[in-house]
């Protein structure tokens, strides 16, 4: 560096130390009063150095009680999933701070105890981008120094928590305290997350309190001074971190106070405007909210522009405390609806501040169309969404939910009929994945009440289980149910002719999976689920029935050597030929163990098998009718033109198939038709 280089550089320090020392003067100056501004220039000097001794010697440094950096760390980073979570806690321990006041207020008789006491309570927010500062005070309870010591100076000891036990102690009314959130320890440290520097300005509410200051850089160690400009109530003061100065702008806490505390009972001004404006109407009496309300409610929770269909606001204490409001849509549920993948709507709130917007676990996926709030007092606040998915009240909480909505729907089912019939016909599937999905036997043959089908003898409307269960003699051991894709299908199905006959109460399923449903459940009361497949498989294995197929039909000997017949002709796809009784307008039918599972086996799996494998799985019992002219006729051409024979064999296997559901593709069924077809018109 040349001399002068280095010369410039002195005078440039020498420049910068003066006008530090000007500006500390000048400061100093407007601080004093103006008499003393009036004092000779050779003691300004002597006064200032005393009052920096004297504000020396009232600040006071403190130790964190057993904390150290990395439990901070732990707080602010690793209990949260949420860095924006910071404002929920801070707006919280405001709202405690206020309700505090609130029950001092309402309980102290002595005018003089309390200082302000008219002062409006309410939280104030405020947004500086230039200083990279967000600012959150309150007009509540205050503190005073041992109560910083104790409350801010230990990590997760919450003032709240404590003021709620005093408040058990004294035998106070549950009531009194219904709106103290009680979380101040740990959720204040979360500021951590977002601030490199957190300042607590206070003042106690009695008339004496000194305003006091807190302040730390979370390293270790606070420092507590005197503040006379500290107000009554709490004042915090973050100063954020560079990659955190989103949190210095407006728009953005609004979002976050929309989103977590927008149900906070005292008013929230962000800036000097109010930011929290809707009521938390599954606090309030049900008797008072209007069918308005719900509508701008449940739209506003839900993001749609539809209306409710059922409410459902329901109160608790025990086994735990519990207010929900639930909305059922009244519109038809959307593809990411159906979707098992998609989040449950309802919100889980404690004390009316969110702790999760799509809460995982509170109520199983098949309830996943329902929308609304769940606010219990049990739950911690401070708890993460990892938390929550393991957390034993949630699993309890989900419990005692979805038993609540079930009987809700059964109340519904039998008071409001048609608006029900309505609800079912666009969320029955829901019902169904329940019975499906559920683990609890008493909870499946719960919402199988709610289900609603067609029957053999109603053929304009549905019938429950229960309307089956009333009807049928109490000796029927069975309910029987038989799935076929509409109602004309399933009348004339060769399965359901014997039950016909003897005008037996049938379930007819139109949709694929209602017999899987059925299957599921397997027992309703004390009455066996049974489909009329298994019911005629089950009756063709008794002897008895065989001994005679009627007039008309083929002899006993006839049926002897046809039988072994038709067994080598479809070598390979049926495990069994035989006779039955149970037919009447058709030739021949398929049964197999388990009609539902082979059905759902064909739908999803069976392309993956060789044919031969296939039917090796399925097991397939032909049945003919030795009555049908179609079955008559096969015996003489068995001798007479045994290739036209063999081609009405394989037909009607074919048929048969197709008639049970379990062809894998019916356009295979052409190749042989048409040469069966050809054929027969070989004399012509």
């Avoid at 149900?263 to 009496?285: H, R, T, Y």
């Avoid at 015996?635 to 037909?651: D, G, H, N, V, Y």
Wanted: glycine share 4%; with cysteine.
């Amino acid at each position: 560096m040349s001399l002068r280089a280095y010369g410039l550089l002195l005078r440039t320090r020498r420049m910068s130390q003066v006008c530090r020392q000007a500006h500390r003067a000048a400061t100093f100056a407007l601080s004093l009063p103006l008499q003393q501004l009036q004092s000779p220039r050779t003691a300004l000097p002597q006064r200032r150095l005393a009052t920096a001794a004297q504000e020396s010697s009232k600040l006071d440094k403190h130790e964190f009680q057993a904390e150290t950096r990395q439990l901070l760390d732990i707080v602010a980073r690793s209990l949260y999933s949420d860095h924006e979570v910071f404002v929920r806690e801070l707006i919280s321990n405001a709202s405690d701070a206020l309700e505090k006041f609130r029950y001092t207020a309402l309980s102290t008789t002595n005018e003089g105890q309390l200082a302000a006491r008219d002062r409006p309570l309410e939280i104030r927010i405020t947004t500086d981008k230039p200083q990279m500062q967000l600012i959150i005070q309150d007009t509540g309870i205050g503190m005073t120094r041992e109560e910083l010591v104790n409350n801010l100076g230990t990590i997760a000891r919450s003032g709240s928590k404590q003021f709620l036990e005093e408040l058990k102690q004294q035998q106070q009314p549950a009531q009194a305290s219904s709106n103290i959130i009680g979380q101040f320890g740990v959720g204040f440290y979360s500021a951590f997350i977002v601030a490199q520097r957190v300042e607590v300005y206070t003042r106690a509410a009695t008339p004496d309190a000194v305003g006091l200051c807190w302040s730390t850089d979370g390293s270790g160690t606070y420092t507590i001074r005197e503040a006379e400009e500290a107000e009554h109530g709490t004042k915090i003061v973050l100063h954020l971190k560079t990659d955190c100065r989103e949190y210095a702008d407006e728009d953005r806490i609004r979002t976050v106070i929309k989103k977590y505390s927008n149900f906070v009972g005292s008013p929230i001004l962000l800036n000097g405007k109010q930011a929290n404006e809707i009521k938390p109407l599954w606090l309030m009496d049900p008797q008072s909210i209007s069918k308005e309300q719900h509508q701008d409610f449940y739209r506003f929770i839900s993001n749609s522009f539809d209306s409710p269909r059922f409410t459902l606001h329901y109160n608790a204490d025990v086994p735990l405390s519990i207010h929900a409001l639930l909305y059922f849509p009244e519109g038809k549920p959307g593809l990411f609806e159906m979707s098992r993948d998609g989040a449950t709507g309802v919100a889980l709130y404690t004390r009316k501040v969110l702790i999760q917007s799509k809460t995982e676990h509170l109520l199983p996926k098949w309830l996943r169309f329902i929308k609304g709030v769940v606010d219990s007092e049990d739950i911690p606040l401070n708890l993460s969404r990892e938390l929550l998915q393991n957390n034993s009240l949630i699993r309890k909480l989900s419990s005692v939910i979805s038993s609540r909505v079930i009987r809700f729907l059964q109340e519904r089912a039998k008071k409001q009929p048609e608006e029900y019939e309505a609800f079912y016909r666009d969320y029955g599937l829901f019902l169904k994945e329940g019975i499906v999905t559920s683990s609890d036997t008493s909870e499946k043959e719960e919402i199988a009440k709610l289900l609603r089908f067609e029957s053999s003898k109603s053929p304009t409307g549905r019938i429950s289980l229960d309307d089956y269960y009333k009807e049928v003699s109490p000796d029927q051991k069975d309910i029987y149910y038989l799935a076929a894709p509409n109602r004309i299908l399933a009348e004339s199905s060769p399965y359901y002719e014997s039950l016909k006959k003897r005008n037996e109460l049938v379930l007819f399923c139109y949709e694929p999976y209602d017999e899987l449903v059925l299957m599921q459940l397997a027992q309703y009361k004390n009455k066996k689920l049974v489909s009329v497949e298994k019911e005629m498989r089950n009756q063709s294995q008794d002897p008895a029935a065989l001994q005679d197929f009627g007039e008309g039909s083929l002899s006993s000997a006839e049926v002897d050597s046809l039988l072994p017949w038709l067994q080598s002709q479809l070598k390979g796809q049926v495990a069994k030929v035989k006779a039955t009784t149970r037919l009447d307008t058709h030739p021949c039918v398929i049964t197999v163990e388990e009609m539902a599972a082979a059905r759902h086996f064909i739908r999803t799996q069976s392309h993956q098998l060789p044919e031969e494998n296939r039917f090796a799985l399925l097991q397939p019992e032909l049945e003919i009718n030795p009555k049908h002219p179609i079955i008559k006729k096969l015996f003489s051409l068995r001798t007479s033109e045994p290739e036209l024979a063999e081609l009405i064999a394989k037909q009607l296997f074919a048929n048969a198939m197709v008639g049970a559901g379990l062809a894998e593709d019916p356009r295979m069924l052409l190749t042989n038709m048409n040469s069966l077809l050809s054929k027969a018109l070989e004399k012509y």
